[in-house]
């Protein structure tokens, strides 16, 4: 059983670079977040999505970040441009509905540096 | 609005002797309760829930909790700590009358278990 894949699992790029980080949520659920971890700040929400929706991107730091959900298997992260505070370990999880307070389901993450 | 605090950046604890990770949440209504743990270079991995019924609850790797409503606390325990239980915890909680399925992190607690 597959669980959360997250791609690229590092990635290390140049100041003003776009950066896209990529998630396929487990089959059949039909909640995505993105978060972001740092030593600082610890483990942030910034979206999350419901049946490919956006519902609340009030965690998302700037207008430099977006996520997009085209389909229920796949959701992109892009920074653009991207800056080296952005540097972090950027998680990806995904629950389901059907299964009530079923617990999220985090990938292994993509360890992301500016530099 | 809810919240998780944990108050212990990090716990010391000698193989073999019983463990306890503190957490403390607050919410408007009554609370789902979550414990995950992270290893290094991985995403958190679910551990335990507290959704209703017995107080106590128990959960992966020999780990359980107790909910105690009156202190609003849900510490994580273990009778005898094992070296590979090294790792960084997290408390979540969300609340039951919220519609949003999104769920507050605590800032995490570094245990260490010493052979």
């Known amino acids: 059983d597959a669980g959360v894949i997250q791609s690229p699992r590092h990635e290390v790029t140049e100041m003003g670079q776009e950066v896209t980080l990529r998630c396929k949520p487990i089959?059949?659920?039909?909640?995505l977040f993105w978060y972001r971890q740092t030593m600082m700040r610890g483990l942030e929400l910034l979206i999350y999505f419901n049946n490919n929706v956006p519902i609340d991107d009030s965690g998302m730091p700037e207008d430099r970040f977006s996520a997009k959900m085209p389909n229920a298997s796949f959701s992109t992260l892009k920074i653009q441009p991207s800056e080296p505070r952005d540097s972090a370990v950027y998680f990806c999880a995904s629950s389901s509905s059907m299964v009530p307070n079923q617990p999220q389901h985090f990938g292994d993450g993509t360890r992301l540096s500016i530099l | 609005a809810q919240s998780v605090a944990q108050p212990e950046d990090q716990v010391n604890v000698a193989e073999g002797n019983p463990l306890t990770v503190k957490c403390t949440y607050s919410?408007?209504?009554?609370?789902?309760l979550f414990w995950y743990v992270q290893y290094p270079n991985r995403g958190l991995q679910f551990l335990l829930k507290?959704?209703?019924?017995?107080?106590l609850v128990k959960g992966s790797y020999g780990f359980e909790a107790e909910f105690n409503k009156s202190q609003t606390s849900f510490h994580l325990k273990k009778p005898s700590a094992l070296v590979s239980d090294s790792a960084l915890y997290f408390c979540?909680?969300?609340?039951?009358?919220?519609?949003?399925?999104?769920?507050?992190f605590g800032s995490g607690t570094r245990l260490s278990i010493r052979p």
């Open positions: 979540a909680v969300r609340d039951r009358g919220s519609s949003a399925s999104k769920i507050i």
């Open positions: 507290y959704i209703t019924g017995d107080n």
């Open positions: 919410v408007s209504g009554n609370p789902y």
């Open positions: 089959s059949g659920h039909d909640y």
